[in-house]
């Protein structure tokens, strides 16, 4: 049999487990092979088909004609002095998009992208400053978590320390939806890749160790309510209309007490424990008391946890980030009332791997004498 041409084979990364049954189907084996091909790909991490050595020589050669595992290629790698390490993945000749992975004793948390930059234009964001360039198929937003997962486990094997928090089989635990892009925009590819982390014969994650966040696409959010069950996060950012207007344009479409009415909603449907809401910190815009308290008039008696996000700069940005006294008040304030809110802890910042400050930028720039490619980051001021 002749294989087909890359472009053309089917990235079984991708296909979640009824698509993968029927493809196995299609191919005249028997679905159970979808299950066992699973097994590979999330449980053992492997991409070469032909070193599944429990399936049938005769499935793997013809399997192997039509189809593939392909996960992104690293640009770069950077590591921080806390243990995060940040990878910058390929999207095409020019764009990359990021991933995060974030050590912890009992956890290891991977930030994931679900788009190449991103629509919705948040003041505060450096995402929002590259503008919209694509959306991440399935295979690309699974593929993160195969890489890290990948790249974790060769470096425990190199150096013989083992990364298995809180004794898990693999060093990712955890999965936030919370690096370049709107992933609620982009709800065709990123369901059936949550489906994938979800699925016991997948990653199996469970349903409160994945976050999607999302900046407030109200109509998406009744639909996942109805079609996948993960931990929803909420960037509010703004107690009232007229300053999330400026802050989260899309306000201007979906204001607040619409979201609100869907966070309910979605948490009732999905029997769910609370709503996280984040708060991105900004120095004398939305971090006063009576800010404080407009918060605590909207969300007093709710299940809700709010997200202190103390801003994370990034060059050309005109907001700075609230002193630390500030955000301390603001949390007291909430807490004195009653709204549970925490500060969160800025982990990577030295490599530009925190919050809103995913760009995702290549460079190409063929310098070299030898003609190779040489790529770097490039932040955009
Ligand atoms: N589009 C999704 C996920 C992206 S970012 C969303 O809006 O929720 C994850 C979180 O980081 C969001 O709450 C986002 O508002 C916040 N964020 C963006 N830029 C930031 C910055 N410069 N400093 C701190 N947090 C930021």
């Known amino acids: 049999m002749t294989a087909m041409p890359t472009t053309l084979r089917t990235n079984l990364l991708g296909l979640p487990r009824p698509a993968l049954e029927a493809f196995v189907e299609g191919i005249g ?117 195969w890489l890290a997962n990948h790249e974790l486990m060769k470096d425990a094997a190199e150096t013989g320390v083992p990364t298995r928090p809180g004794g898990s089989p693999r060093p990712v635990t955890n999965v936030v939806l919370m690096g370049m892009g709107e992933p609620l925009a982009n709800y065709r590819n990123v369901v059936p890749a949550m489906q994938i982390l979800l699925d016991d014969l997948g990653y199996d994650i469970s349903r409160r160790r994945v976050t999607l966040s999302t900046s407030g696409l ?80 909207l969300l007093r008696e709710r299940p809700v946890k709010l997200n202190l996000i103390p801003f994370n700069t990034f060059p050309g940005t005109r907001y700075h980030c609230s002193p630390p006294q500030v955000i301390r008040r603001f949390r007291d304030v909430l807490n004195e009332w009653g709204v549970i809110a925490t500060i969160r802890r800025t982990r990577g910042d030295d490599i530009d791997a925190a919050c809103g400050q995913l760009v995702g930028r290549v460079q190409d720039r063929t310098t070299s004498r030898l003609g190779e490619k040489l790529f770097s980051v490039v932040v955009q001021a």
């Open 218 to 297: 109200v109509p998406q959010i009744y639909r996942l309510a109805e079609e996948c069950s993960v931990a929803l996060a909420v960037s509010l950012h703004a107690p009232n209309d007229a300053l999330r207007d400026q802050l989260v344009p899309i306000n201007r479409k979906h204001p607040i007490a619409d979201l609100l009415e869907a966070c309910w909603v979605y948490l009732e449907k999905q029997n769910g424990r609370c709503i996280t809401f984040e708060y991105v910190m900004l120095d004398g815009v939305n971090d006063s008391e009576a800010h404080a308290l407009e918060l605590v008039h």
């Open 29 to 145: 084996s028997k679905p159970f092979r979808g299950r066992q091909l699973m097994n590979w790909m999330y449980k053992r991490g492997e991409s070469d088909i032909a070193s599944m050595t429990d399936l049938a020589k005769d499935f793997r050669t013809s399997l192997a004609t039509c189809a593939d595992i392909r996960v992104p290629e690293i640009v770069t790698e950077q590591r921080s002095t806390d243990g995060t390490r940040k990878w910058l993945l390929r999207a095409d000749a020019s764009q990359a998009f990021e991933m995060v992975y974030i050590p912890e004793p009992d956890r290891g948390t991977l930030c994931i992208s679900s788009q190449v930059g991103c629509a919705l234009d948040c003041s505060f964001c450096s995402t929002a400053q590259q503008g919209f360039n694509r959306n991440l198929s399935t295979a690309e937003i699974v593929g993160q978590v």
